[in-house]
């Protein structure tokens, strides 16, 4: 255990006070971005024991001038064949072709949102590379969510939670060729709960009551109260319809939109004081989430990029916005899907 917090303590020493000007500086060469690597529990040491995928036994370590991390593990059981293994075998960073220093100055760009063309530049890789290792980053992030929030409720007794639906691959002024995402009405389907900030999204081909309610009831906690627009697929949804549908709405209020309305005071049931009833907090969402997303025309790239805009919103929130917490929490969240 205490060896555990040691590698912690000195891994998060490699980010400490790390910044976009000064990344290049620290990690200067291959030997760096290996140690920060291991320090995270993504590479392993050469005193890390790895057994045979034969015979089951610990294995030994030999230099190599083979391997990208300089030494291999080996197995020399006179009960078989000499077995010979890749440290990198079954991590994270197996089977890569660029440089480790190079993948982590990607991941820096990754969280500074830059554009593929500016990561090309700076880190000195083709546009492929960085569409690849991107995509790989999102997968992270993906595995995440589905983890942590996949199967969390929002909302409660006592709080108010704001659910909304949007299309994101709408034309601008019906202008233009219909995409992929827009001729299969794709829908994105979500909320947020005001008092604690917890969100949940999801992709829907269907915005129904069938498709609607399962899901509110599946995110949503029993006993929350719930804003919405005027759509007549929440018509009812606190009262005999919902509680048919098993749901468990305290109180729903709405605004009407068609009729200009985007927000107005009302005496609350429960703490009996003016409360605002709105959807602003998560049409807001949809604002920043549509900003993220410049490419839409595949159901898997918006699934993935919806699950990194919720690991900045949710996995992040709360922590100061630097490279050294977001890439530490990153680094981190890598080693608890790919143990060594």
Known sequence: MADDID?????????KGLTVFNVKERIENEENAIALFQSFGILPFRDTIRNCYVCDQPMKTYKSAMCRLGWAYVCTNSVHKKVQESPMVNTWLEGIHIRFEQVFFLLVCFFRKMEVLHATYEVEVSNNTVVDWYSMFREVCDLVVTKHFDNVQIGGPYLHVEI???HLTRRKYNR???SVMERAKYFTFGGVCIETGERFYVLIQKCDRNTIWPLIKKHIAPGTSLHTD???IYEDIDGEKGEKFGLDIWNHDFVNHSAGEYSRLEMSPNSKKLKTVTTNHVENQWKHMKKDM????????????MAKHQYFKQRLEGKPATLENWLGSFLFDVRQFWKL
């Open 294 to 305: 410049t490419f839409r025309n595949d159901p898997d790239l918006l699934l993935s990029h």
């Open 164 to 166: 909304d639906e949007t």
């Open 176 to 178: 233009g060729r219909q």
């Open 7 to 15: 590698k912690e303590q000195l891994a998060l020493s490699f980010l």
């Open 230 to 232: 005027g759509a007549t």
